[in-house]
Structure formats: C-alpha cells, structure tokens
C-alpha cells in the first residue's frame, strides 16, 4: 500500500484531474436526481408485518391522513362573512386534483342526522349561507343538538370550525403546499383567521426546512472549520488542501444518493456538517507529523517529507477511517429507512476523505509545497519530549495517580446506568420543530378547541363472521371502550365508530330524549337503522367505519399528542378490551399514522441496541488484528463504552429522548471516537519499540499523538457546536451530545486507556 501511494506521488497531476472529474460528474447528477423525501410514511419499512396491515386497513376504510383548516373568529361563528368563507374554502379544496371531493368535510357538506315524522332523515346543516338572524340562530341551535358535529366539526366556544381534507398517497408535492396555504392566506380577514395543521403539512414543512436548513448550516460549518483549521494547522495551504478533501468526500457521498436514486431525508442533511467535521481528522493527523519531520529535519525535500508523512501515518488512517466506517455501517441494522441511508452514504464519504486524505492531500502538497520549519534541538538524554514540557507533565501525572482514572470510570458507568434508566423514545415528528414556531402553535390551537391533529385506528376483525356488527352486545362494548380512553386519557380528544353513528339515530328516533342516546338492545331495530341510513344519507360515509359484510370495525382515536407516550397510553386501555373482544371472537389490530408512529420508535430502539453492539464486537475483532492481541481490542473499546455510557446516562437525566435524530449517536460516538484510540495505540506501539522507559513511552505518545488528537477533538467538536444553529431541536440536541461525545472520547483515550496501556505492561513483557 505505502508503494501504491508514493507511486501516485509521481502521477500527481493526473491523481487530481481523475478526482476532479468524477466530482463534476457526481455534481451534475446532484443537479439532476437529488429529491426531498416528504412523505414521513416512506420513512418507514414497506415489509413490515404491522405496516402492510396498516397499509390494508387503510384501503378498506379509506384511512388517510387528513390536512385540517380551522376557520377562527372571535366573535363567534355563526354570521354570514365566517360562514361564506367556511362554504368557499370547502369548495375550493374539493376542487383541488389531489383531494378527492367526497373527501373534504366541512359544516358546509357534513351529514345531519334528524328524526322527522316519517322515520329517519340526513340532511346537509346547510346548502346557501344563511343570512337572517333566525336561520343563523337554528343552524347554532341544530349543531348543538348534534354530537358528531359539536365538538368535531365544531368548538365547544363557537369560535371555530374545521374542514378536514383527506389526501392519498404520493400526491402531496412541495407546489401543492404551497397552493394549500395561499388558499388559506387568500380568505383571512381582519376577523377571520385561518389555521392549517395536519400530518401532511408537518411533511410539507420539514421539505422546505430541511433543504433550508442544509443551506445555513454547510456555510457557518465551513467557516468555524477554516477558522479552527488554520489556528490549528497556522497554515494557509494546508487549511485550503484538508477542506478541499472533506469537500470532495462530501460532493462523491451526495452525488452517489443522487445516482441511485436515495432521496435525501430530514436526517440526510446533516451528512455535510458530519463529512466536514469528521474529513479533518486525517488531515490534522497527517500535518501535525509533517510538520514534526519538517522541524527536526529542516533540510528535507518535499518528496523526503511526504513519503515520511506516508510511510507514519497510512497505516493509522486507514485503521481510523474504517472502524469510523464501521460505525456508520452499523446503522444498517435499523429498518428505519432514514437512518440505514445515513449510516451507508456517511460511511462512504469517511472511507473517500480517506482516499482523499492519502491521494489528494500528498499530491497538494507537493504541488504548493511544505509547511516552514521551526528548527528544534534534541536531546536524546532528557526525559520524555523536548518539543512538549506540557505533554510530558501531564502524561507522568496521569500514570503517577492512575487509580483515580480507573475509580473515576467505574463511578462514571454506575452514574450513567441510572440515567439510561429514563431514556425514552420519541416518535413524534411535531417535536422536530421549535417550541414556538408557527405550526407547532397551529397544531396546539387545534388541539386546544377539537379532538386532535393525530390518530390512531383500531381494527376489529371477526374472521369473516357476517353482520357481527350489527350485534348489540358487540356494539355496546366498542361504544364502552370508546367512553372509556375518552374520559380516563386527556390526551384523546374523540373517538369515532359506527356506534357513534347508532347512538345518534336511536336518539333523533325517540323525539331527540337524551336517554335514547344509547346503543339499541334488538339486533333487528339496529339493522332498521341502518337501512333507513342507507336510503336517506350518503351510504359511502358508513364504509368508513365498517364493511359492506359488518365483518371488520373500525374505531378511530383522535389524539392531541403525537409522541409515543401518549399513543402506548390510549392502547394501554384500549388492549384492556382484547379479552372481552376475544370472547365474542373478535382480534383487535391496528392501523393509521399514529400506531405506524409507534411502531417506527420500536424500531429505532431495536435499530440502536443493535448497531451499538453490532460496531462494538466488530471494531474490537479489528482492532485485535491490526494490533494482533485481543486485549488492545477491548482496550481500545474502554473509551468509546465510557462515552456512549455518558451520553445516554444525560440523556436520560436531562430527558433527551431517543429519536430518528439522537439514534444516531452511538454510532457517531463509536464511529469517531475510536479514531483517537487508533492513532495513539499505534504511536505507543512505535514508540515501545524504540525504548523500554514506559514513562518515556507515554510521553513520547502524550506529545506526538496527544497533541494531535486535542487539535482534532477541538476542530471536531466546533463543527458539532454549528449544529446548534438548526432550526431543528434534535439536531441541536445532537450537535451538542456528539461535540460532548468527543469530549469524554479524548480525554478517555488520554486517562483511562493510557492506564489501561502502561499497567497491562502489553509492549514491554518480553523485554
């Protein structure tokens, strides 16, 4: 390999013009495939058992995710201006290609159920807006008189009423959430204001901030690098050549998604502030040595100096970019699609700023020459360093009172086993957003006056037993449960089922009285109902909560949280029922966004256990034989477990949770914190072999290796610290974690696993 690469340094010229190539080749295809993934469902794996139920369900009852418009005015809503502006904007959202007509509710269009003297009617509330104060005042007292209207369609205070459009799969589009708040923003007044919230908005708003934030983030993270890059490096040149490497390995990862056609995700931008971050390692390693040769060997020629630079250093950074890539690659044991494409296309970019770092980084500096020498004296005869005072000190104090190191670590892994004991995951997507930005406060308005922007959907299933059903008993128990998870859970604002739609019609059947507004006890009155339903209203509205066989029931929960606490709550009561339904030979599944929501945090969960221990046994197993000894495997591991420990154990005590963001973190932890490891094992195996001071070793390495690893955790942990200025809190939450990871990941790698190194007494048995 060393032959390899000082063989390249004689092709130089065409080395660069090869690299340059493909990344205009790799940018032209960004230009050309790069796509947003908006639709949060295709985070998600297709072939999981519990999605393509869902994906069924939602078929047969029509499940989809809903964009909700809420029409305010405070002065309440029942005058001809708030209800013109309700029947226009039903109208116009019915006219939209991507929303199917019957899939838009409103006041304006719902289904009023009423007794009259011939039986059962339905009727619409309204066709032309009323104008007179006694039209107005008999729509106001009918909507009160209406249970699946008030409260649903309608707020308690009166002040505001919703439209509810459905939308399917694959037609939401960035242009047309841009139609859907102009046509918002085009009917708002001095009194009337208009609300959008929804799962599919929060989609259309990650696509515009995501790109954005991308946008913000690369430029400030370039800036901090070069800043910290050249106070580091105190070079121009070798500033410009180590960014022009992490460019490079930025521009061949991206242009790789754009060629096989990965979209990039709310995750994926991040991968940028993450190559840039992580690309100077290996061009800080290998400057730090070039300038140590140039000092002591002031005469050298630029090609003396480079293969010197090779012939160190290849080895360490071909071991660090690997066991970086390793960890990155781990993520591939998460089914969640965001996070196994961020774990591949990183991994690649680590293992091209390698490449980089070996083949473009040399060939610069031969083409705009060596760094100035700072002529040093030697003197072989002194102990430890003579380039670093500080370095020897602090590895002589370190060994001197290395039981405080060992005491310290094992406190520290006590501490952080209590703090993973509250760890949580959190499959909320709105918890993305700052607390106080728009849709975040749009989303609580709703919630505040209606039964929630989330839900959940419970599908009852009789194994192919007709008109079950339409069973009282059966009835009565949904209409049980449903009371239940409404009253015992503030978080669930509404439930919804067919028999919602059988207490409503055995109500207005018996003169409106109150008592009636219960299940009914004969089977035969039940099918009655149905029947005059069936030829007085729109049929098409029961197939959303049953089937044509009464075979299949679904009960929709409205939820006004969408995180996974409150979900496992509602089905904590709701799986109360499985045995009382079981009885009655009924399975009860599960459907919609918000269970999928649940199901996507099991899943990162699985996803995290798996990659941390997955990256663990397998950089252990390869440092073992890059070092040939298993004990420099699990000595190099100590640092890494100590910081993965610590960040989940703070985590836990400040209550981070777990999301498809923060279950990143191991993997970066491992993933970069093991390049400080590689570097100073490999400098302490080099220099035992030159003495047989242990002392002198430690120093030799703390100042060497030491030293470079502090400039790499410095420059490191300041490309994290940008993260900081995301609009996403996650994102903030990780940028912080992380620069904290290679924190405790240097200082581990300087105290504990030197220790570890010097008591083991590994390089010295034999002498």
Avoid: C
């Avoid at 969640?336 to 980089?356: D, Q, S």
Wanted: no cysteine.
């Amino acid at each position: 390999m060393e032959n390899i690469l000082n063989r390249l340094l004689k092709y130089k010229w065409l080395s660069m013009i090869i690299i340059v190539a493909i990344s205009v080749f790799f940018i032209f295809e960004m230009k050309e495939n790069t796509t947003m993934e908006t639709n949060l469902d295709k985070y998600m794996p297709q072939d999981h058992p519990a999605f393509i139920y869902s994906d069924k369900a939602e078929s047969w009852f029509g499940i989809n995710d809903g964009i909700i418009i809420a029409v305010e005015n405070k002065n309440g809503i029942y005058n001809t201006e708030t209800l013109d502006t309700l029947k226009q904007l039903t109208k116009r959202f019915q006219d939209f290609d991507e929303i199917e007509k019957d899939n838009v509710t409103s006041l304006y269009n719902a289904d009023n159920i009423v007794g009259t003297e011939d039986g059962m009617d339905v009727k619409r509330f309204f066709k032309s807006v009323p104008k007179t104060k006694e039209k107005l005042s008999e729509l106001k007292e009918s909507v009160r008189k209406n249970e699946m209207v008030f409260g649903r369609l309608v707020s308690e205070n009166e002040q505001v009423t919703v439209i509810i459009a459905e939308i399917g799969d694959g037609v939401f589009t960035p242009e047309f959430y841009d139609e859907i708040l102009e046509s918002a923003k085009l009917s708002e007044t001095e009194d009337i204001k208009i609300h959008v919230a929804g799962r599919p908005i929060v989609e259309g708003e990650m696509a515009l901030l995501g790109p954005a934030d991308m946008k913000k983030m690369v430029p400030i993270v370039i800036l901090v690098i070069l800043v910290v890059l050249f106070l580091t490096l105190r070079s121009i040149k070798g500033t410009l050549i180590t960014l022009g490497v992490v460019f490079l390995s930025t521009i061949w990862a991206f242009g790789l998604m754009a060629s096989v056609g990965i979209p990039i995700y709310a995750v994926s931008t991040m991968i940028p502030v993450m190559l840039i971050a992580i690309g100077v390692a290996d061009g800080i390693h290998l400057y730090s040595h070039l300038h140590t040769f140039v000092d002591h060997h002031p005469t050298a020629t630029k090609l003396e100096a480079t293969k010197d630079m090779i012939k160190h250093l290849w080895k360490p950074v071909a071991m660090t970019s690997i066991t970086t890539a390793v960890g990155f690659i781990s993520l591939l044991t998460s089914e969640v699609y965001p996070v196994k494409y961020f774990g591949i296309f990183t991994a690649f970019g680590v293992l091209m700023a390698m490449v980089f770092s070996l083949v473009f980084l040399p060939a610069g500096i031969m083409i705009f020459g060596l760094p100035k020498a700072k002529p040093v004296k030697h003197d072989e005869d002194k102990e430890g360093h003579s380039h670093s005072k500080l370095a020897n000190a602090f590895a002589a104090s370190v060994i001197k009172h290395k039981y405080v190191s060992i005491i310290g670590a094992a406190l520290i892994i006590v501490v952080s086993i209590v703090g993973m004991q509250k760890l949580w995951i959190n499959s909320s997507f709105l918890d993305k957003f700052e607390k106080d930005s728009d849709i975040v406060l749009t989303d609580k308005f709703i919630n505040e006056n209606f039964g929630g922007t989330s839900s959940l959907n419970l599908i009852l299933d009789s194994d192919g037993k007709k008109g079950v059903f339409k069973e009282p008993v059966v009835l009565k128990l949904v209409d049980k449960m449903q009371k239940d998870v409404n009253t015992q859970l503030q978080v669930v604002g509404n439930t919804f089922s067919l028999a919602d739609y059988m207490n409503r019609m055995n109500k207005v059947m018996n003169a409106d009285r109150e008592e009636f507004n219960t299940i009914p006890d004969s089977k035969n009155m039940i099918a009655q109902y149905l029947l005059l339903y069936e030829m007085s209203g729109d049929p098409e509205n029961l197939n959303k909560v049953v089937d044509y066989n009464y075979e299949k029931l679904n009960v929709t929960f409205q939820l006004k949280k969408d995180d996974s606490k409150s979900i496992n709550a509602a089905l904590d009561i709701i799986q109360s029922y499985e045995s009382n339904f079981k009885d009655l030979g009924i399975s009860m599944n599960y459907a919609g966004s918000g269970y999928k929501g649940l199901v996507f945090t099991d899943l990162i969960l699985e996803g995290q256990i798996k990659s941390l221990i997955l990256s663990l046994l397998i950089i252990i197993v390869l440092l073992s034989l890059m070092f040939k000894n298993i004990k420099i495997g699990l000595i190099s591991a100590v640092p890494i477990i100590l910081t993965a420990a610590i960040s989940f154990g703070i985590m836990g005590f400040l209550n981070i949770p777990l999301s498809t963001t923060t279950a990143l973190l191991s993997s970066i932890a491992i993933g970069i914190g093991i390049d400080y490891a590689v570097h100073f094992l490999e400098q302490y195996r080099t220099n035992a072999a030159k003495s047989d001071d242990k002392i002198k070793v430690a120093q030799l390495t703390m100042a060497h290796s030491g030293k470079a690893i502090i400039f790499n955790a410095v420059v490191v942990i300041a490309g994290f610290l940008v993260l900081l200025f995301s609009v996403f809190p996650p994102n903030r939450e990780l940028g912080a974690l992380v620069s904290l990871n290679m924190f405790t990941s240097f200082v581990g790698t300087l105290t504990i696993m030197l220790v570890l190194l010097y008591t083991s007494n590994l390089y010295f048995k034999r002498k």
